[in-house]
C-alpha cells in the first residue's frame, strides 16, 4: 500500500513537470505515453547521460588531473624516484631558474603538492605501488618523498591504529606460491644442497650489463631468472641537523647532473655550485636554520671532490663496441675514471672491475681504474690494476665458463663473505674468522650477509658458515673468481 502510494506520488510530480514545461514550450505536438515511456527509459539507461556515471567504474588518470575528486579507492601506481617526482626541465631563459632564491616556486615542491591533494581527495583505502625492478631486472629505488612519508607513519601512527597501515607484502606472488604448496621451508631456503657443475662452456656469447649483475650478486640473479624478487629492505634514519647519506647521494647526483667532466671548466663550475638554492630545491629539511650547516657540510664535500680532481685533466668521454656490447666511460691519459657519490664496497668495486677487463681487452693503452668515492664528507681514491690485455680476456673466459654453469645451479658460495675469505687468505690473516664474521655479522652493530633477502630465500635463515665453508668447490671458485680483483688493488 505504502509503495503504491510512493509511486503515485512519483507519477503525479512528474506530471507537474511536464505540464509546466508544455507551458514554456507552448506546443500543440502530441507524444504517445508509449513513445514518452520509451524515450525516458533510453535516456535513463544511457550512461553518458547519467549523472552517476562514475558508480562501479575505475578512473585512471594522472596525479595531476585527478587531484581534488573524491574517491572511495585510490590506486597509486609506479612510485619510482626515476617516475616522481618528475624529472624537471630547467629553462635556462626563465630568471627564477638561474637565481633561485628561497621563496620562490619551486616545482619538485608543487609534484608534492599534487600527492597531498590527491591524499586528501582519498575517503577509504589509499594504497601506493612501486616496482624494485624495471624489464630488464635493473634495480629501481623508491620515491624519496614516499620513504620518508612510509617512515612518518611507522614512527608516528598511533599504534590502535596499526593494523590500518600495511606496508609492502611480505613475500611476492612467487613465492606465495612456493609457500602455499609447502616448498620452501623457511629454515632451509630454496637451495638445500649446494650443487655444481664445474665444466667448460663452449658459450662465449655474453652481454656486458649480465656478467655484472652477476658477479655483484650471484644470489640475486639466479632468483631473477626463476622470476623470484626478494622482499626489497630499506633503511632511512634522517638526522635533525645532518643531511642523511642517501639524502646528500641523491643531491650531489643532481648537483652534478649538469656538470660534464669532458668540459675544461668543469672545475670552475663545481666551485660557482649554488649549494644552498640546491638544497631547497630538492626539499631537504632544514629545521631550526640549519641550511647554513647542511651548506658547509656540502661545500667541503665540493671541495674534496675538486681537490681529487686536481690532477685529472683532458677528460674525455669514450665508447667501447664489442658484438652486442657497448660501453661509456671517462677516461684520462691512461686509466679510466669512476665517480661514485657513496661509500665503495663489494658490488661498486665488482663492476668496475668487469668494466676495467672489457675494456682491458679492447683498449690496450688502459691500465687502471681511477674509482673516487665518498667516504662520509670526503671523497677518496682507490685504484684497480688492469691486467694485460691476453690475461683479461682469459679473466672474461674464466667468468663466463662460471657463469653459465650458474645458471642451472646457484653459485655456492655469498660473494662479499667469499671475498673477505680470499682478502684475509692473500693477508695470511685468519681467513674462516673472516667468512664467518662477514656471513654472521654482529647482532649489536652490523648485520651479516646472510641477514639480505635474497641469501633467506636461498638458504634459508641463519644458515650455518660451515654449509658453504665445507663444500668441495668453495675455495677453489672463490679463488678464480676473487683473486684476481683482490690483486689488483694490493
Known amino acids: 500500500m505504502i509503495q503504491n502510494e510512493k509511486f503515485n506520488d512519483e507519477i503525479n510530480n512528474l506530471f507537474k513537470i511536464l505540464e509546466d514545461i508544455s507551458r ?5 505536438v502530441i507524444l504517445d505515453l508509449n513513445v514518452l515511456n520509451e524515450i525516458l527509459n533510453t535516456y535513463i539507461n544511457n550512461q553518458t547521460s547519467n549523472l552517476d556515471r562514475r558508480k562501479n567504474e575505475v578512473l585512471i588518470s594522472t596525479i595531476e588531473n585527478s587531484r581534488l575528486l573524491p574517491h572511495k579507492i585510490i590506486f597509486l601506481m609506479g612510485m619510482n624516484q626515476k617516475i616522481y617526482p618528475k624529472t624537471i ?6 630568471i627564477l631558474n638561474n ?17 597531498l591533494e590527491l591524499l586528501l581527495s582519498c575517503r577509504e583505502k589509499f594504497i601506493i605501488s612501486w616496482s624494485n625492478y624495471d624489464f630488464e631486472n635493473n634495480a629501481l629505488e623508491i620515491s624519496s ?9 611507522k614512527n608516528q601512527i598511533d599504534i590502535n591504529h596499526q593494523d590500518n597501515f600495511i606496508t609492502d607484502m611480505e613475500i611476492n606472488r612467487s613465492q606465495n606460491k612456493m609457500i602455499s604448496n609447502k616448498s620452501l621451508d623457511p629454515n632451509e631456503g630454496l637451495i638445500k644442497s649446494l650443487e655444481f657443475k664445474n665444466e667448460d662452456s663452449q658459450n662465449k656469447k655474453y652481454k656486458l650489463s649480465e656478467l655484472i649483475k652477476w658477479f655483484k650478486s650471484p644470489q640475486l640473479y639466479w632468483l631473477r631468472q626463476r622470476n623470484i624478487f626478494p622482499k626489497k629492505k630499506f633503511i632511512h634514519n634522517p638526522s635533525d641537523e645532518k643531511i642523511s647519506n642517501y639524502e646528500k647521494y641523491k643531491l650531489l647526483n643532481n648537483l652534478l647532473s649538469d656538470i660534464d667532466l669532458e668540459e675544461t671548466d668543469y672545475k670552475i663550475k663545481l666551485n660557482e655550485l649554488k649549494i644552498k638554492e640546491m638544497i631547497i630545491s630538492n626539499g631537504i629539511i632544514s629545521p631550526k636554520n640549519n641550511i647554513y650547516i647542511n651548506e658547509l657540510e656540502v661545500h667541503k664535500l665540493i671541495q674534496s671532490l675538486i681537490y681529487n680532481f686536481k690532477d685529472l685533466n683532458n677528460i674525455q668521454r669514450k665508447y667501447q663496441k664489442s658484438e652486442s656490447n657497448k660501453l661509456e666511460y671517462f ?9 661514485i657519490h657513496s661509500n665503495i664496497n663489494f658490488q661498486k668495486r665488482s663492476e668496475t672491475w668487469i ?9 690496450k693503452d688502459i691500465n687502471k681504474a681511477q674509482i673516487i668515492y665518498r667516504k662520509n664528507n670526503i671523497y677518496n681514491v682507490e685504484i684497480l690494476n688492469a691486467p694485460c690485455k691476453s690475461d683479461a680476456i682469459r679473466l672474461i673466459d674464466q667468468y663466463l665458463n662460471i657463469y653459465h654453469n650458474s645458471l642451472e645451479y646457484c653459485l655456492p658460495l655469498p660473494p662479499e663473505s667469499s671475498y673477505k675469505y680470499i682478502f684475509s687468505f692473500m693477508k695470511n690473516k685468519n681467513h674462516e674468522k673472516a667468512f664467518i664474521d662477514e656471513w654472521i655479522g654482529n647482532k649489536n652493530f652490523n648485520l ?7 641469501m633467506q630465500l636461498c638458504y634459508g635463515y641463519e644458515k650455518d658458515p660451515n654449509f658453504f665453508l665445507n663444500d668441495e668447490y668453495f675455495q677453489e671458485l672463490s679463488i678464480q673468481l676473487y683473486k684476481p680483483l683482490i690483486e689488483s688493488f694490493l
Open 24 to 28: 514554456i514550450i507552448n506546443s500543440e
Open 89 to 94: 626541465d630547467k629553462d635556462k631563459i626563465n
Open 99 to 115: 637565481e633561485y632564491r628561497f621563496g620562490d616556486p619551486s616545482l619538485i615542491d608543487k609534484e608534492k603538492y599534487f600527492f
Open 145 to 153: 618523498p614516499i620513504r620518508k612519508l612510509i617512515n612518518l607513519l
Open 331 to 339: 677516461k684520462c691519459d691512461n686509466k679510466i675514471i669512476e665517480l
Open 355 to 363: 668494466k676495467l677487463l672489457f675494456i682491458s681487452t679492447l683498449d
Open 448 to 454: 651479516g650477509e646472510r641477514d639480505k633477502p635474497e
